[in-house]
């Protein structure tokens, strides 16, 4: 690892050329790798050099330079890049865990997350706990000498609560848990996991290190123990790894990745202040707002509030529909990260599958919005929420 600062790491980490000296990231857009002889490929096979390829699903020069740069980036030994976000959760988990296992998570989790550990994991005789992910006290009660792992996101979706990673590590090491943490929403630039105590580190970067809506993508920080013999193996026998073209298209995002994030959640905080006091919102939620419950921190565990603001409309969900109908700027998806501003009702999209009384507990309620502010203009982005929230009624 090199000891450049953030931006350079963005450019530089990790690159490769080939004998022509290309400025440009090459694409490898190889399934297969030819051999000098049959000598040759037994001994690859045997064991596989640094910068030596088998099959473009165990590895290959252009995903190894995103590896590369992520992990320089993240701060971690390794990484392994996956084909999606929640191939990197499943592969993150599944790939250590065996029957009879046991595992404490936070119950603020994506739709998808909460899947993998309620339905997949204990299909196969894993145990999960639930807890609330601010509450230390829960933790320290669930968490035991026989936990395996604990998992959780560092801010959850869609009402961006923070879960104190220092405190929530201490607590899993003592008892020889392994902390592995989605880290999505607090995004490589301004969280720092590792420093503060994660063992794996997942993103989706479907997110923002693409940020620009053009491909799927996950990766898994981590030890080379941890992402060379544990997840690895796992991934490249069950076909969950990322393909050369989107690992250059993540090669391509990085460059620009700091640059991004900064402007988007300065932007984002611009967003919450204009918004917050308004009459029309039970509440603004932004953890860069002094208002938010997590402010202090927020500031010490990421320096930002990050790049999405969540705010409810009073109203309910017809009026939230209104409000999203009527966005001229932002547009509706279930997207975040992205160079676009985006607009998501979490109660009927991305946590559809979630019961009434678990929305109720996790505070999604009918006219919850989750906007992910992109890269446009935060004056521009005001006056289009200002004139969707005339189209409330309220």
Known sequence: MTEWKTRTKLVHEGSRRSQYGEMAEAIFLTQGF???SAESA???????????FIYARYGNPTTRMFEERIAGLEGTEDAFATASGMAAVNGALTSMLRAGDHVVSSRALFGSCLYILEDVLTRYGVKVTFVDGADLEQWRAAVTPGTKAVFFESMSNPTLELVDIRSVAEIAHAAGALVIVDNVFATPIFSRAVDQGADVIVYS???HIDGQGRALGGVVCGTKEYIRKVLEPYMKHTGGSMSPFTSWIMLNGMATLDLRCRAMADS???IARALEGDARLGRVIYPGLESHPQH???MAQMGSGGTLVTFDIKAGKEAAFRFMNALKIAKISNNLG???T???HPATTTHQRLSPETKAQLGITPGLIRLSVGLEDAGDLIEDLMQALQATGE
């Open 205 to 207: 970067t479907t997110k």
């Open 296 to 298: 202090g921190l927020a």
């Open 338 to 340: 992205d160079a676009k």
């Open 42 to 52: 037994e001994a690859r096979f045997i064991k596989a050099g640094d910068d030596e």
């Open 268 to 270: 984002a905080l611009t």
């Open 34 to 36: 030819a051999y000098e």
């Open 342 to 344: 985006i607009a998501t």
